[in-house]
């Protein structure tokens, strides 16, 4: 019998290298995995690439056709087209419904003419002249408009 | 072992019974698990094998749909009786060949618990319908760091044993159950750290999937067989391994070719080529190591002129001897690729090569060992030698039904298969009649280990009536035993 | 030979094939590179993907649970491994029309989105990489294009249809949940196995299972990379 192998620390020792040995692989392997830690190549992520670009394509050719500085100077002057075409309401009598409020309004005093208020009317009256002589004119670009 | 012949035969059989106090507890817990998952597994086998011929058999329950019960089948076959029955085995094996007592049955009973509850857990989860979908690795992924876990503290003090043992030679057996004690963590770890937690291509995932089924057939279950087979030989006919060169040169060639086996089951596969053929070559290969071993066994046990002694473990060791020449012809035979390999890769054959290789090879030395063992650990010889045989007759018809169904059966349907001119139905008509053979053997087996379970149940049970006789036989055998069992004529 | 050597052969004699088998195809195979489409000789650019439309992950799990691949495979074998190819539906359709022959092996991209390929175990029932193309076209001859519900009866019941009255697949009943018409018939309402007050739906795991099965049409055209040539249907050989 051979006493110096069987002792409590030879015991002890073996224990952890046999753990050692069954987990050898593993270690390894988690070796091997700290340098593969990137998700494998996924189809969807490849053909996806070529979309990007194209998306990118777009993107930049839009930009290009929209230039924001141009965009940027233009908007006051077709805003102060946009408040220029404004319609104004005109004056139809053979639109206006029999029995109707307005037509009750029209038989009290015929004598009005173009819609107006008695206090507002000295203030606008230029608005108004331009706007009753370009009526017929008027009434055609609004059409188109309202078409 | 020259420092044991100091001690005298009377202090020998002391050791050695201390040995077996020591161990009797955890091995009978195993041997006694191990046959209750075997008795489930076998059910379950056979309720699987009907719904092949029979698909309206138990229909419309989940539970006991065929894509789950086979699983708990083989699962429970392999991870409830497989390795239970090495793990006693293989520690009681490992601790009187090292001639150590077992100083931790306590945490190897506890762990043995923890190893049943992974199991009955995995297989109610393959039931429930929470399988992986992976062959061989079907339970739900909670279980296999629990059954590793508990396998390392099972197993590890058999290596401080050995490490630890008087002397310098290694018996030939010790070799083969070390290598099977370690090969299967490796196995183990790297298919279930690659399958369930890094995320790989799907294709390769399989095909490590069937390197670690073809590992766990040849790297734990062949060599713990192959481990008992070398103690039992000389054990019981008192001659020596004839020789030992022999034995090294069996025990690496499987070391070394094994581990290259299994992907051949993905040939054809979007694969780098090399993987199955190079897995169908090892597999062929394999061959070499098996018929070393059949070899060196078969001229331990035929050697001289004496009679063999007519026992159990002698019969069952004999029958896992024969099981392993037909398993090394299979593995040449089905792995040819330009002709057999094509046709059996899909076919029912490898379903019989597994089992041939589980029960037959593997399952046949554990009986072995198992009749051997018992009577040491209770101090009570087997009652019944009558349940003995037909233990032993019925599973060599059940095997060799499982070798002419699945196998051949398994050729059959492959070519079957591969007549591409002819509709799936004429496959399926081909299958049938191999499927009732297996269901047939299925339960021929069940009969046979009925005889076991029953036997086993007695010898733990130990009814009153029976100590009397018992008292009687052991004392003629203690009596026997000091003539001829002389452990220096196991060493080469 | 001492314990440490004896341990540090068989590291080195496991070891050698672990990293030429296992570990170095699984890192290389998970940086697979994908394919490109060759303008001149293929006539399309890009890359190759034969995307599957469908709940490829659930279908897949739910596959896998139910051990359907104990009885199917997936794989189509070129012709050095086997016959698959010269089957007239398992690679694809030999007389598709609009096609022609479509028939093409397994490659590494057909099984994107899943995590463990289902190549399978053994061939009891037919492989099923174009099961849905033959579902097509089955469907074609009868003039009912309610693939769904061909799938889904498959699943009930096997055995359902008359010429497949001796099929050996189980009936996968307990997918369906049994329901009380209360008023409107549910759209999702099965077919068969109607009563009375009660209708067949199917549950989540079967939805998922066909959307999956629904997929299975693995023979787009590959680039020529990919097309290793078929010479079409030979004599059988005398193997």
Not at chain 2, 360 to 377: D, E, S, T
Request: aromatic residues 12%; hydrophobic residues 50%.
């Amino acid at each position: 019998m051979d006493p110096t192998r069987d002792n409590p620390i030879i015991r002890f020792n073996t224990f952890w290298w046999a753990l050692w040995a069954f987990f050898a692989f593993a270690i390894v392997l988690a070796a091997i995995m700290i340098f593969n830690r990137a998700a494998p190549t996924n189809l969807e992520d490849a053909v996806a690439v070529a979309r990007y670009q194209t998306q990118q394509t777009v993107a930049e050719a839009q930009a290009k056709a929209l230039p924001a500085a141009d965009i940027e100077a233009a908007i006051p002057e077709v805003a102060a087209k946009l408040a220029a075409s404004k319609p104004v309401a005109v004056e139809r009598p053979d639109q206006v419904v029999p029995e109707s409020p307005t037509s009750k309004a029209l038989i009290a005093e015929p004598a009005l003419g173009p819609t107006t208020e008695p206090a507002p009317v000295p203030v606008p009256a230029p608005a108004p002249a331009p706007a009753t002589e370009g009526t017929p004119a008027e009434t055609d670009a609004p059409a188109p408009v309202n078409s | 072992m020259s420092s044991a012949s100091s001690a005298t035969p009377t202090s020998d059989a002391a050791i050695r019974a201390g040995i077996d106090r020591s161990l009797r507890h955890p091995v009978m817990f195993f041997l006694t698990s191990g046959a209750a998952w075997l008795a489930v597994s076998i059910l379950l086998a056979i309720t699987a094998s009907i719904k092949v011929h029979c698909p309206t058999f138990l229909d419309g329950c989940g539970f006991v749909d065929f894509g789950r019960v086979f699983p708990a089948h083989i699962n429970t076959l392999i991870y409830g009786w497989g390795f239970q029955s090495g793990f006693g085995v293989l520690i009681w094996l490992m601790a009187r060949m090292s001639r150590q007592e077992c100083r931790s049955a306590g945490t190897i009973l506890a762990a043995g618990h923890v190893w049943n509850l992974g199991v009955l857990l995995g297989t109610l989860g393959i039931l429930c319908g929470e399988g992986s979908g992976m062959p061989w690795m079907e339970f739900p992924r909670f279980a296999w760091p629990v059954l590793l876990l508990s396998y390392i503290a099972i197993v590890v003090w058999s290596f401080i044993q050995f490490r630890v043992r008087a002397g310098e030679r290694t018996f030939v057996a010790q070799w083969y159950l070390l290598g099977a004690m370690m090969w299967f963590p490796w196995l183990s770890i790297t298919a279930n750290t690659l399958l369930f937690c890094v995320p790989g291509h799907p294709v390769m995932a399989a095909g490590i999937n069937a390197w670690f089924k073809s590992g766990l057939v040849f790297l734990f279950f062949v060599p713990s067989a192959l481990g008992a087979a070398y103690y039992l030989a000389p054990k019981l006919t008192g001659r020596p391994i004839p020789s030992h060169t022999l034995a090294r040169l069996g025990f690496w060639s499987l070391a070394v070719v094994a581990p290259w086996a299994g992907m051949q089951k993905l040939a054809g596969a979007p694969l780098p080529v090399f993987l199955p053929y190079v897995g169908a070559a090892a597999t062929a290969l394999l061959a070499v190591p098996l018929l070393i071993a059949a070899l060196n066994l078969l001229r331990t046990i035929f050697s001289s002129e004496e009679k063999l002694p007519k026992c159990a473990p002698m019969s069952f060791t004999l029958a896992g001897l024969v099981s392993m020449l037909v398993l090394a012809a299979t593995a040449v035979l089905f792995n040819l690729p330009g002709s057999s390999l094509w046709k059996v890769q899909f076919s029912l054959s490898g379903y019989g090569f597994d089992m041939l290789a589980v029960y037959g090879v593997f399952g046949f030395m554990m009986f072995a060992a198992v009749y051997f063992m018992v009577p040491r650990l209770t101090n009570c010889e087997w009652r019944y030698p009558r349940l003995i045989n037909m233990h032993f007759f019925f599973s060599v018809y059940g095997i060799g039904a499982i070798v002419v169904g699945a196998m051949i059966g398994g050729y059959v349907h492959g070519s079957a298969a591969e007549a591409w001119l002819q509709p799936w139905e004429y496959v399926v008509d081909t299958l049938r009649p191999f499927a009732a053979v297996s269901t047939f053997a299925w339960c021929v087996i069940l009969f046979a280990n009925v005889f076991f379970f029953l036997h086993l149940a007695l010898m733990w049970l130990r009814p009153d009536r029976l100590l009397a006789a018992c008292k009687a036989k052991t004392e003629d055998r203690v009596a026997q035993s000091q003539q001829t069992e002389d452990p220096q004529s196991t060493t080469p | 030979m001492s314990l440490r050597n004896f341990i540090l052969g068989l590291a080195a004699s496991f070891g050698l094939a672990w990293l030429c088998l296992v570990i170095i195809p699984f890192v290389k195979m998970r940086n697979l590179a994908p394919i490109q489409f060759n303008k001149d000789l293929d006539g399309a650019e890009g890359v190759f993907y034969p995307k599957r439309g469908g709940r490829i992950a659930n279908g897949a799990r739910v596959y896998g649970e139910n051990g359907c691949y104990l009885c199917h495979t997936q794989l189509v074998r070129p012709t050095y491994a086997g016959q698959d190819m010269h089957r007239p539906d398992m690679g694809g359709l030999q007389n598709d029309p609009q096609r022609g022959d479509t028939r093409r092996e397994t490659n590494a991209y057909d099984f994107e989105g899943e995590r463990f390929a289902q190549i399978g175990s053994a061939r009891i029932g037919p492989d099923l990489s174009n099961v849905a193309r033959r579902f097509e076209a089955a469907a074609a001859v009868k003039g009912d294009d309610n693939l769904e519900a061909a799938f889904y009866a498959h699943l009930y019941d096997p055995r359902l249809k008359p010429e497949q009255a001796k099929a050996i697949c189980p009936s996968h009943k307990y997918m369906f949940d049994e329901i009380e018409v209360k008023g409107q018939r549910p759209d999702e309402a099965m077919p068969f196995g109607e009563t009375e007050t009660t209708v067949l739906v199917p549950d989540a795991d079967a939805r998922a299972l066909v959307s999956y099965l629904l997929s299975m049409k693995k023979d787009q055209p590959v680039p020529a990379a990919l097309n290793f040539p078929f010479a079409g249907d030979k004599q059988p050989s005398a193997k």
